[in-house]
């Protein structure tokens, strides 16, 4: 190039950089070929098309060369030069990912991001980074995910939540999307027609527990358009994943079969297997038999139709929860699930969830070890857990967390048991720790978890945890700030620094959306009863967010972690104020009374304006996303009531009686605000009354309510509203002047 036209051009990018707040970088002719606009638009590059995604200011400055041992990656370069090496495209970004955090100071995550601050020139480095993962499985994603996390979500909300699992290390994505349809397809050669197997198969929200084989056709039939949309977005996820350079985790065929199995097809042997929560469960079929051999292999056949391609990773379940082998022994049974498996996928591995008492013995002393991978939920949960070894027989397994249970927003995890435990359990003599597992029941939570637990996979020596935050807290915002790394070393010390002593792995969730008694102490009937830290010290950390200067406010992270702190705030003072009320009521101190349940109410009225800043917390749109897939009114309305019922009454009566109602809590506005306050206020009046009138309250039906708001909920919002710097500083100021 001309010297005078080079001159030119920086001129030009110079005065460009000035006028636009996002300017990009102009490539020279010397720049590598993966500088220029067209390479992302090449096919097989697929780690240059995600990095132009997720950072459409600098995507133009970064090289992707395929190379490097089996899950390595290497970065060098100079400014505005970056080339980043690695084996699959997920390894390459996760290798820019490792550049972002700790060079660029840059952090894109499930839930808000912070690239604003980037310089318009990537700064270079001053060797080469070079990271190995210490393990081979980095397995994503719970059987609950499409569920609660978000049955209805579309492409978009998937192509990026798959762009960033492969940037924080994950190489095995659990997919259920398309699950239904292939079910659908299959069980038509098994003599069910169309309309029946829809009736069979349960509504989106649900399905993952249809495909643990816990229920069945619930809350209403499923529509040919759906199906078709939902197996097309299955396609689509899976395509990605694999070109991303990741392997697609599919269900395995284990012998679920609709109702009246036996009667179509003579000579199969199917086991009932009774109720769930209310429901009845799917019947299964034997394993051992011919009937079984055959849907198998019509499974397999018709899901690598479906889905392009096999896999080499399946997920099975036997017997979830409570199911009932009859007098099928289980080792016999597990050995025809693998059979089957072997005879479609001869080079496949069984994925099985480490979770109560399973995987039994009988199942893993029956099978292949060496091709079974457990992924451990347990892992950081109770103090017992120390000898996976001998717990499965030498099976591998992927060391697990399960952080948040039912979607619930509670801020925190066991982060010291990770510490602790991973390293120490990876590299003793005779480990079988073969991976990692991330299994929070819903995604797109509790962001600082996300990242450490994923970095577990690709760290070099022990992890300092105070080291780590205090990192954590410059890369997450972009810059240091006192008020920052002071705001995450209380988080670190509280929210973050509970451990599995006491047999819990998640935080516990707020009484404000707990079924109303004032002596609540806790929304979800298998959550923690208390908190597990100190609320007294976990509340300066908002004081403290709140004083991080204001150049490093703009990101979307700060931004959530804000409201989360705020939000965690506001809903840890409801453990101290029930109390008070109940001393009010036992008192018969109607004035205190009346004063303490107002205080209450305009409580949850405060936490409803803070939710509503941010539209992850939005009601309206988990609402709006369900009635999105429906083709007409009616079935709008259907898909609505499947996956709002999930986060209220669940199910049916007899299910939420048993404990399933409120399982999904979680601190959203139009929910707090919604049922959560319709509840607490007619409560409220109730105890009201009863004093008025010097008698016993009345019983009110609370499922009755429940049921009757989640088919009518009203007018919710679907945008969000107000400033959360804004609201935030008025609950420091409201709780600082009820303190």
Not at 6 to 16: G, I, K, N
Not at 332 to 345: I, T
Not at 703 to 711: G, S, V, Y
């Amino acid at each position: 190039m001309p010297l005078a036209r080079r001159a030119l051009l920086v001129a030009l990018a110079a005065s460009s950089a000035v006028a636009c707040t996002s300017a990009r970088a102009i490539p020279s002719d010397d720049a590598p070929r993966a500088d220029r606009s067209g390479d992302a638009d090449r096919p097989g590059n697929a780690a240059a098309k995600a990095a132009r995604r997720l950072l459409p200011d600098h995507w133009r400055q970064i090289a992707f060369v395929k190379g490097a041992p089996r899950d390595t990656f290497r970065v060098s370069g100079r400014t505005g030069r970056i080339t980043v090496t690695g084996d699959t495209p997920a390894t390459q970004l996760t290798g820019l990912n490792r550049y972002l955090n700790h060079v660029a100071r840059a952090e894109i995550n499930w839930a808000g991001e912070q690239t604003g601050l980037l310089p318009r020139d990537l700064p270079g480095l001053d060797g080469t980074i070079t990271r190995r993962a210490n393990v081979p499985h980095r397995f994503a994603l719970n059987d609950t995910n499409d569920g609660y996390t978000g049955a209805y979500h579309d492409w978009t909300y998937w192509e990026r939540e798959l762009d960033v699992l492969a940037l924080h290390g994950y190489n095995e994505v659990l997919v259920y999307a398309g699950a239904d349809a292939l079910y659908h397809r299959v069980f038509q050669e098994f003599g069910y027609g169309d309309e029946e197997l829809r009736k069979w198969i349960a509504g989106p929200a649900h399905q993952p527990w249809w495909l643990l084989q816990n229920l069945s056709a619930f809350p209403s039939p499923v529509s040919r358009q759906l199906l078709d949309a939902r197996a097309a977005l299955g396609r689509r996820i899976v395509d990605r994943v694999r070109e991303l350079g990741m392997t697609p985790v599919f269900p395995g065929y284990f012998g679920t079969v609709p109702t009246d199995f036996t009667e179509r097809n003579p000579g199969a042997r199917t086991v009932p297997q009774g109720d769930w929560m209310g429901f009845a469960r799917p019947d299964w079929l034997d394993p051992r038999t011919d009937r079984f051999v055959q849907v198998a292999a019509a499974f397999y056949r018709t899901q690598d139709e479906m889905f392009g391609d096999a896999s080499t990773l399946y997920k099975m379940d036997l017997l979830h929860e409570g199911g009932d082998p009859g007098d099928v022994p289980v080792a016999d049974a597990a050995k025809g699930v693998e059979r089957a498996l072997r005879r479609a996928h001869p080079d496949a591995t069984w994925v099985i969830l480490g979770w109560q008492h399973n995987p039994p013995r009988a199942i893993v002393d029956a099978v292949d070890k060496e091709r079974m991978l457990v992924v451990d939920g347990l892992s950081d949960r109770f103090p017992t857990v120390t000898e996976r070894e001998a717990d499965w027989n030498d099976t591998p397994y992927a060391f697990g967390s399960i952080w948040n249970f039912g979607g619930h927003t509670t801020l925190g995890a066991n982060t010291p048991d990770w510490a602790e435990l991973y390293e120490n359990w990876r590299t003793k003599v005779g480990s079988k720790l073969r991976g990692i597992a991330l299994m929070p029941e819903a995604a797109d939570n509790n962001p600082a978890a996300f990242a450490l637990f994923s970095e577990l996979a690709w760290r070099e020596g022990a992890l300092d945890l105070k080291a780590w935050f205090a990192e954590w807290a410059h890369t997450r915002y972009g810059a240091p700030d006192p008020h920052a790394e002071a705001a995450w070393d209380i988080l670190r010390r509280t929210a973050y620094g509970t451990t599995r002593a006491d047999s819990w792995s998640e935080g516990a969730d707020g009484l404000f959306g707990s079924r109303p008694a004032l002596n609540a102490v806790r929304a979800a009937r298998w959550s923690p009863k208390r908190l597990r830290y100190d609320a007294a010290e976990f509340e300066p950390a908002l004081g403290e967010l709140l004083g991080v200067r204001a150049e490093l406010r703009e990101s979307s992270a700060y931004r959530r972690d804000l409201l989360d702190v705020a939000r965690q705030t506001l809903s840890n003072r409801s453990r101290r104020l029930l109390p008070r009320i109940k001393e009010a009521y036992d008192a018969r101190d109607t004035g205190r009374f009346d004063e303490l349940t107002g205080t209450w109410l305009s409580l949850m009225d405060l936490l409803d304006e803070l939710l509503a800043t941010d539209s992850g917390h939005l009601l309206g749109r988990w609402v709006a996303q369900a009635r999105a897939w429906g083709a007409d009114e009616t079935e709008r309305e259907q898909l609505a009531y499947d996956n709002l019922s999930l986060l209220t009454v669940w199910g049916t009566r007899e299910g939420a009686d048993a404990g399933l109602r409120d399982y999904a809590n979680r601190e959203w506005a139009g929910l707090v605000g919604g049922l959560y306050r319709l509840r607490w206020s007619t409560y409220f009046e109730e105890l009201r009354a009863a004093l008025r009138e010097g008698r016993a309250p009345k019983k009110i039906d609370w499922f009755a309510l429940e049921d009757r708001w989640t088919r009518n909920p009203g007018r919710l919002a679907t945008e969000p509203r107000g400033d959360t710097y804004a609201v935030a500083t008025q609950v420091r100021d409201r709780l600082t002047a009820l303190s």
